[in-house]
């Protein structure tokens, strides 16, 4: 018998009644990004290597060791073989649309927007496919566009905030346990602050890096500012005591933060500034953010990331063309919108009432109405009254079982018990609303 094919492994099918929610996010987002005055980019899956090597950067993760790259044979003798990788990321494949149709020469911005599969050889799991889709977005043009302005930022931010407050994606906030969506940001300063930075990075790190993981150490010495990611436990409090960034900003890096930070305010945007926040990829510049939800990703709690790359034109060999922009996971918008929706779903009834009789039926409906009249939710049993059976119901649907026999009815105190502290006693009628509260 021959073995049965299956989807490669980090690859996965979607599936209905699941693939309309991939159309319900998409349709949203391009709903919002054309309000915005963004237009779709579409381009190639395949890129030569060279781009992501320049672009991205050699030293970074996804370049050195999550590629999959391979050698395109040549077809005829004049032809050489060309390096080709399916692209880990789409900003480097824009950008180099961008040159190479030369949208730099209309001399206006140019707002850009792509949905599309990318492709990494990370370990998989829940969160994190070999092939996840991007939902992203690109502003860039000639600094004469106005493409350096850190009103581009803001504007970038404010339009994220929108598409995830138009898909119900709650915002992290007291009431809902700060399990919605947040906004850390941070700014790794011009392309001439990051190497002084890396430079004191280094020097500090010298003497210390020996006392660190493996893998900090590495980084210590390819890509330093790595460093700063590290989630290992045991280097935090080493990490902490590095130099900031902050420190390293030439005025006009400090102050175009300041400005992205003010609008965001006028906005009405929360966000917490981290200095550790550097993001792997070697072209950003400035202002860089990511979003984090605590529903549903466990550990790959990333929504989606971003930030400025000043410079990245020119280190592919095209013209001076600032830009920002970020990419949403969109494999991780959809299971946060799945928890959320789990657990809208599986939010219980304050109350079920149990009657032990037929004959406490009707004063079960008329307390069940008083107490839905306060505003509680409520669910009423038939009098069919089975103790092990009527309290598995209710622990499905409710917070507490109120059980109702002729004694609770002649006496008007009623046996209550909540199922998450398992406290069972017996209340007045009056003192109801307040407990089941
Ligand atoms: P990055 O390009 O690494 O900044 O990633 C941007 C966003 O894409 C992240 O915040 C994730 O939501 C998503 N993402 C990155 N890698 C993966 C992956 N392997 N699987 C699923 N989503 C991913």
Not at 102 to 127: A, M, N, S, V, W
Not at 349 to 376: F, K, T
Request: aromatic residues 8%.
């Amino acid at each position: 018998m021959s073995s049965t094919l299956k989807a490669v492994r980090g690859t996965r099918d979607l599936l209905p009644p699941e693939t309309a929610l991939w159309n319900r996010v998409e349709a949203t987002a391009r709903f919002v990004f054309a309000r915005y005055g963004f237009g779709e980019i579409r381009t190639p899956i395949l890129e030569s290597t060279e781009l992501f090597a320049r672009g991205v950067g050699e030293e970074t993760d996804i370049v050195s060791k999550e590629m999959y790259t391979w050698e395109d044979r040549a077809r005829a003798a004049s032809e050489k073989a060309q390096s080709l990788t399916l692209r880990p990321e789409n900003t480097a494949g824009v950008v180099r649309a961008y040159i190479e149709h030369k949208l730099g020469d209309t001399g206006h911005l140019q707002k850009l927007y792509y949905i599309g599969p990318q492709f990494r050889r990370e370990r998989p799991q829940k969160g994190r496919y070999r092939q996840f889709f991007q939902i992203g977005a690109e502003v860039i043009g000639p600094v004469t566009s106005g493409s350096e302005s850190p009103l581009r930022d803001a504007e970038v931010l404010e339009m994220l905030a929108t598409l995830l407050d138009e898909l119900g994606i709650e915002r992290a906030s007291e009431s809902n346990g700060y399990k919605g969506w947040k906004l850390t940001l941070n700014s790794v300063g011009s392309a001439t602050d990051r190497p002084r930075y890396v430079a004191a990075l280094r020097e500090a790190l010298s003497p210390i890096k020996h006392l660190m993981c493996e893998d900090n150490q590495r980084r210590a010495e390819t890509n330093p500012l790595r460093v700063l990611d590290s989630k290992d436990e045991a280097d935090q409090e080493l990490i902490d005591r590095l130099p900031k960034i902050a420190d390293y900003l030439d005025d006009d890096s400090k102050s175009h933060f300041a400005q992205v930070l003010s609008a965001l305010d006028a906005c009405g945007i929360p966000y917490s500034v981290n200095p550790r926040l550097v993001r792997g990829l070697d072209y950003y510049t400035r202002t860089t953010f990511e979003f984090t939800v605590e529903t549903g990703l466990g550990t790959q709690n990333a929504l989606l990331g971003g930030g400025r790359y000043d410079g990245l034109s020119e280190m592919i060999g095209g013209p001076k063309a600032p830009g920002i922009g970020f990419a949403i996971g969109e494999d991780r918008l959809i299971l946060t919108l799945q928890a959320q929706a789990t657990e809208a779903a599986e939010k219980k009834l304050d109350a079920y009432i149990a009657p032990m009789g037929v004959e406490q039926n009707a004063a079960a409906l008329s307390l069940a109405r008083d107490l839905r009249r306060e505003g509680l939710s409520i669910e009423v049993g038939d009098g069919s009254f089975r103790l092990k059976k009527s309290f598995e119901i209710a622990d499905r649907v409710a917070r507490s079982i109120l059980i109702l026999g002729e004694d609770e009815v002649t006496s008007g105190e009623i046996t209550v018990k909540n199922f998450a502290t398992g406290e069972q006693r017996k209340i007045a009628r009056d003192d109801l609303p307040e407990l089941l509260r």
